[in-house]
């Protein structure tokens, strides 16, 4: 059974850090694409950092570069994001999830396996 679990968040000032972790389960990171998405209230989902389990290529948006930095234990099988600088338009529910065959890392319907979130709330 795969299993999906972020941990993490909480409420932090404009300026603060965060880092959230995903503890997978059911399925071996080394063969699947990974990585974080949000979604903001009001707003669609969108690809926040991800990472292909092909040639490790990665994909930031362009508003989390330079603050947010992903990274990843494959012997624990755990994704984490450090998140710096953070930013109240940063504040949204952030999903960790897993795929198969990823072609467009920031496509979240190429992703199978989805975790329940955790929230992150940026306070100004």
Excluded: H
């Excluded at 880092?19 to 926040?48: H, N, T």
């Amino acid at each position: 059974e795969v299993q999906i679990v972020e941990s993490g968040g909480g409420l932090v000032q404009a300026g603060g850090s965060l880092r959230l972790s995903c503890a997978a389960s059911g399925f071996r990171f080394d063969d699947y694409a990974i990585g974080w998405f949000r979604q903001a209230p009001g707003k669609e989902r969108e690809g926040v950092a991800c990472i292909t389990s092909t040639d490790g290529s990665t994909y930031y948006a362009d508003s989390v570069k330079d603050r947010f930095t992903m990274s990843v234990d494959s012997a624990k099988n755990t994704l984490y994001l450090q998140m710096n600088s953070l930013k109240p338009e940063d504040t949204a529910v952030y999903y960790c999830a897993a795929g198969y065959i990823v072609r467009n890392l920031r496509d979240e319907y190429e992703y199978e396996y989805w975790g329940q979130g955790t929230q992150v709330s940026v306070s100004s």
